[in-house]
């Protein structure tokens, strides 16, 4: 036997009944909300061109890395990956296929993306996620929007204990462009700046030249909370786009506190988001019960251009692989379906008893389910293992009930 046979590769899982049902039933709300709020679901191709995700790292920022892509070619040799992210493909759907619909675009979807995560414990390489893209909106109305709709959808799959963060990248970008430091040392500031490693980001930034922007950096991860966060990174933060970045996110926040989500939304100055496609706000969204980031979203303004398609657009996606895990772990998840009757048939009574459990199911009165067994005996032996409290057995005395 191939030892491969009988397992799933590293970093995927089967799902079984009750969490089948849970992402079932997440999905379904979801959905509804998003519909209300008029958005359309599309649906991309689980395989894409390489060249849409895997750009040249040295001359495109908003590439994701070649090295976390699952790839394949097709049958002429081409390239081809497994979709790694849900905005790339729908930015390409909306630039091609959507160019000339009314703008702006509301779009949401539900599929699977694909990462390889070598050196994470407990990976999960296939998540499920489900999203929404506002594409053709601009300004402030949008992230507004885009946040409070993400905060809405947290509440609709039960997750009431939950924050989200929202930070610009304006605000570093600002500063990094302006730091006396070559490229690579500007991405290693980058990464350490978005994994909060203060001690090793104050080790890189001590080996350049003392600067208003080397101190402001080397504060920013530290700036996360409410307004005081802003007014800090106002006297640190001298540049024109980053003072206009800080004035936007106090305006974000003083409006979801209106909107009553002052407790669960703060600032996080330290979201650089290092290989992703974002241009302005960013936001995350974290849930008790969870070590992983639930939500993630943004504005990415430049992303349809590179389509042939000049466009602004703001999204987020939410991992419902995770809401599913917490809400099973907590017991909030519906328990899976247990059949209510049992329908055996004695030899010949088949037909009836398939026509008896379409009539219970056609009036939605009961689950049913069909004995497959041969004698009543082991129907009976079979229902009790299952927990159904009901069995039928259709014979020559017509219908006999034995309830268990």
């Known amino acids: 036997m191939k030892k491969n046979r009988r397992l799933t590769p590293d970093g995927t899982r089967d799902l079984l009944f009750e969490e089948c049902l849970a992402r079932r039933q997440e999905e379904r709300m979801l959905s509804g909300l998003f519909l209300r709020r ?3 679901e599309v649906m991309t191709p689980g395989i894409e061109y390489f060249d849409a995700f895997g750009m040249d790292q040295g001359t495109d920022d908003m590439a994701l890395p070649s090295e976390s892509l699952y790839k394949l070619t097709d049958g002429k040799g081409r390239l081809l990956v497994m979709r790694p992210d849900n905005t790339i493909p729908i930015a390409r759907l909306a630039a091609t296929r959507l160019q000339d619909a009314p703008m702006p675009l509301r779009l949401y979807y539900a599929q699977d993306v694909f990462r390889f995560n070598p050196g994470m414990t407990g990976r999960s390489d296939q998540e499920f996620q489900m999203g929404v893209e506002l594409i053709g909106a601009s300004g402030e109305r949008a992230d ?5 709709l993400a905060a809405e959808a947290l509440k609709t799959s039960r997750c009431q204990d939950f924050r989200l963060e929202i930070g610009h990248v304006g ?5 990094i462009r302006r730091l006396p430091a070559e490229e690579e040392v500007r991405d290693e500031i980058r990464r350490l700046t978005e994994s909060k490693s203060y001690a090793a980001l104050g080790d890189l930034l001590d080996t350049l030249p003392a600067t208003p922007e080397t101190e402001a950096i080397r504060r920013l991860p530290r700036l996360f909370g409410g307004r005081e966060a802003l007014e800090e990174a106002h006297t640190l933060c001298g ?3 980053a003072q206009e970045a800080i004035r936007h996110l106090t305006r974000l926040l003083d409006s979801l506190a209106a909107f009553g989500l002052g407790e669960q939304v703060t600032v996080d100055l330290g979201l650089v ?10 936001f995350r969204g974290y849930i008790a019960g969870s070590g992983e980031t639930v939500v993630s979203g943004g504005r990415y303004d430049t992303l349809l ?3 042939g398609c000049d466009l602004p657009a703001v999204g987020f996606g939410l991992n419902l692989d995770a809401v599913t895990r917490v809400m ?4 909030t998840a519906e328990p899976a379906l247990v059949p209510e009757i049992l329908v055996y048939a004695e030899p010949g009574r088949e037909i009836d008893a398939l026509r008896k459990i379409q009539e219970l199911t056609e009036q939605e009165l009961s689950i049913c389910e069909f004995s497959t067994f041969s004698t009543l005996e082991q129907t009976l032996s079979y229902a009790r293992r299952r927990g159904i409290a009901r069995v039928l057995s259709l014979g020559e005395k017509g219908v006999e009930t034995f309830d268990l």
């Open 144 to 148: 507004l929007e885009m946040i409070a």
């Open 239 to 241: 540049g024109e786009e």
């Open 328 to 331: 099973l772990e907590e017991g």
């Open 171 to 175: 605000i570093f970008g600002d500063l």
């Open 305 to 307: 251009q590179r389509f």
């Open 38 to 40: 008029g958005f359309s």
């Open 273 to 282: 988001h290092r290989h992703e496609y974002y241009t302005g706000v960013v």
